[in-house]
């Protein structure tokens, strides 16, 4: 599993990126500047803004020499709903110089009168809302809220001692308020406080000697009011000496903010309103198929278990190549193996399997080379394949990852359809698309009709491994959450239905209703062992499950279904076979060709193999 936070590993070649930008800011020489980093939801503006930190930081970084930058990092999104983002960002600002100033031991009589400044700007908004209330005749909002309640106790008679107590708390706050937020000024109009507030701004950072880079992420997420609220924030500090600005935001998703907040002005003024704001625009590139190739063998990378040293070493060299592919060169397992030619076959196996998903991922609508699209697909894989070995149901991983694409990218139409082939054939198999499959890998031209017909379609035909000849049932069931696995169960008759709920509630009676399962047509017979085994794998001990009982009990009704049996045993992994099975169905048929492979697996215990040599010694089963 993969965390989607942001991170300080360059997995995208964006260093380059982050050069540029820690450039424009160092080459300011502490004029001020602005740098707007845009792009769409997840495409990794988050990781560009700790790449610039990084950066910075790294660019200055000696011993015993305080940095020139100090950072502040500020994500308007968390403070939504529980603080005014303006002032929120301006008190981030003020608190981090002033724990600079005490730890640097310069400007710190300038950083106390900033804060108290700030201060003035709290006040402003608790006297802003309660005189609003009374201006409209409502009771005033907060500690000036209390006192008016105590005033309407008072007239009223309505008093006791701990109202009494209540009020002096209340009255001690306000004080606070008065002396501690409202700082006496000799200028004190709002105008002349920005004014003063921004010269102290300026000054304090002059004194220390340091430029300040405020980094702003996540303001896309934002309503518009908080969006708008940020941004006049950001004006207020902007544009002043020792200041760069770095702001991530998808730039289409702001202008629609301002517009929501200035309803009715054009579009030509939403555009000027950030573009002035923003003095130097970088656009986050999106993701090619090299890139996406990289990316996700990086990933699979990371969660390997090679050493922390030689993952960066491989995440270096693969960058650096990334840097080249405008010269042909490429990023593939090919080129990943020949850094590392001990590279442990699961990790080999993952690789590969980026390397045939790349293109796919890139041209998918549903995916698109998103970084966090990405993410959240190999998630989902990685949690279905957890499912497939807590159930036993013993997917392939390269299987189920196509059926996942489609499920993600494909027509939701053809995707049901899909589910219907496999859940109305005997043997799982979606039969369909093996001739589609055939003619995609040879470029025939083929018409599919809807929803079989989009372009996405004919490059997963492509995609190994091919889909017509192979059971999807297990790949289906540890999908489920979308679709149900068995479907036709719907037209069962009311007997096969009646029979497959007393087999399921009570399985160990299964012996006593052979007769009537005989007499169902094969159609219906398939239907209820498909529900039996869904059951059945959710078993994770094989000795004598009562399930077994209903699903012999099937097969011995319906011959085909005994071979269907036969394979979902072979199929379950060897730590749960007990020996406890082999007398309880060896006397069937179908039981050959269970105990030849579980004869031939390394894996499985030996007394499940001593139990199946004394049942051919005593001649109940030939074994080879």
């Not at 609003?132 to 007239?155: C, H, I, Q, R």
């Not at 000054?203 to 309503?223: F, H």
Request: hydrophobic share 45%.
């Amino acid at each position: 599993m993969w965390t989607d936070n942001e991170t300080a590993q360059d997995f995208l070649n964006f260093g380059g990126i982050a050069k540029t930008v820690a450039e424009i800011i160092e080459q300011a020489q502490s004029r001020p500047i602005s740098i707007g980093v845009s792009g769409a939801w997840g495409v990794g503006k988050s990781s560009m803004i700790r790449l610039i930190r990084t950066e910075l930081s790294a660019r200055h970084h000696e011993e015993a020499k305080p940095s020139k930058f100090i950072f502040v990092e500020f994500n308007a999104w968390l403070y939504q709903g529980y603080d005014d983002a303006r002032a929120a960002l301006i008190e981030v600002v003020a608190s981090t110089l002033a724990k600079e100033a005490e730890e640097r031991k310069t400007g710190i009589d300038k950083a106390k009168d900033l804060l108290e400044r700030v201060n003035w700007f709290r006040a402003i908004k608790l006297a802003a809302g309660s005189a609003a209330s009374l201006a409209l005749g409502l009771p005033p909002t907060g500690l000036l809220g209390d006192l008016w309640g105590f005033g309407k106790s008072l007239v009223a008679g309505d008093i006791d001692k701990e109202a009494i107590e209540a009020v002096k708390s209340a009255a001690g706050e306000a004080e606070k308020i008065a002396t501690g937020l409202i700082t006496p000024k000799k200028t004190t109009s709002p105008p002349k406080e920005i004014e003063a507030l921004r010269t102290s701004f300026e000054e304090l950072l002059k004194e220390m000697g340091v430029t300040l880079v405020v980094l702003i992420d996540d303001l896309d997420r934002c309503l518009p009011e908080t969006t708008i609220s940020t941004l006049e924030a950001i004006r207020l500090l902007l544009f002043l000496e020792h200041t760069a600005f770095v702001i991530a935001a998808d730039d289409q998703m702001i202008k629609h903010a301002v517009k929501r907040h200035f309803q009715g002005v054009d579009d030509d003024i939403v555009i000027n309103y950030f573009d002035k704001l923003i003095q130097v625009p970088i656009r986050v590139p999106p993701l090619g198929t090299q890139e996406v190739r990289a990316y996700m063998m990086l990933l699979f990378v990371e969660n390997s278990d090679l050493e922390s040293k030689e993952k960066e070493r491989i995440r270096g060299e693969v960058c650096s190549q990334l840097g080249r592919t405008w010269q042909g060169k490429r990023v593939d397992l090919k080129f990943i193996r020949s850094l590392n030619d001990k590279l442990p076959d699961a990790l080999i196996a993952r690789l590969d399997a980026a390397d045939r998903l790349a293109p796919l991922m890139t041209s998918a609508t549903g995916i698109a080379g998103n970084p966090r699209l990405i993410k959240r697909f190999l998630n989902a894989l990685s949690i279905r394949m957890s499912m497939s070995r807590a159930q036993g149901v013993g997917v392939d991983e390269s299987e189920l990852a196509k059926v996942l694409l489609f499920e993600r990218c494909g027509d939701p139409k053809a995707y049901l359809e899909l589910i219907k082939s496999v859940t109305e054939s005997d043997d799982g198999k979606p039969a369909f698309l093996l001739d589609w499959e055939q003619q995609a890998i040879a470029g025939e031209a083929h018409q599919r009709k809807a929803p079989w017909d989009d372009p996405f379609i004919t490059e997963w035909l492509r995609l190994p491994p091919l889909l017509g000849g192979t059971d999807l049932r297990g790949a289906l069931y540890v999908s489920r959450e979308h679709a149900p696995l068995i479907t036709p169960e719907d037209r069962l008759s009311a007997e096969a239905a009646d029979l497959l709920e007393a087999l399921l509630e009570h399985p160990e009676m299964a012996g006593s209703i052979k007769d009537r399962l005989v007499a169902l047509p094969r159609s219906e017979m398939s239907v209820i062992m498909d529900r039996l085994l869904g059951r059945a794998r959710q078993e994770q001990e094989w000795g004598t499950p009562s399930i077994l009982d209903a699903c012999m009990a099937v097969a011995a009704a319906d011959a085909p279904q005994g071979a269907r049996l036969s394979g979902f045993l072979k199929e379950r992994p060897a730590i749960q076979i007990k020996a406890s099975i082999v007398p309880k169905i060896s006397d069937e048929q179908w039981s050959k060709t269970v105990f030849e492979a579980w004869s031939d697996d390394e894996d499985i215990a030996k007394p499940v193999k001593n139990a199946i040599k004394a049942r051919r010694n005593n001649g109940n089963v030939a074994v080879k």
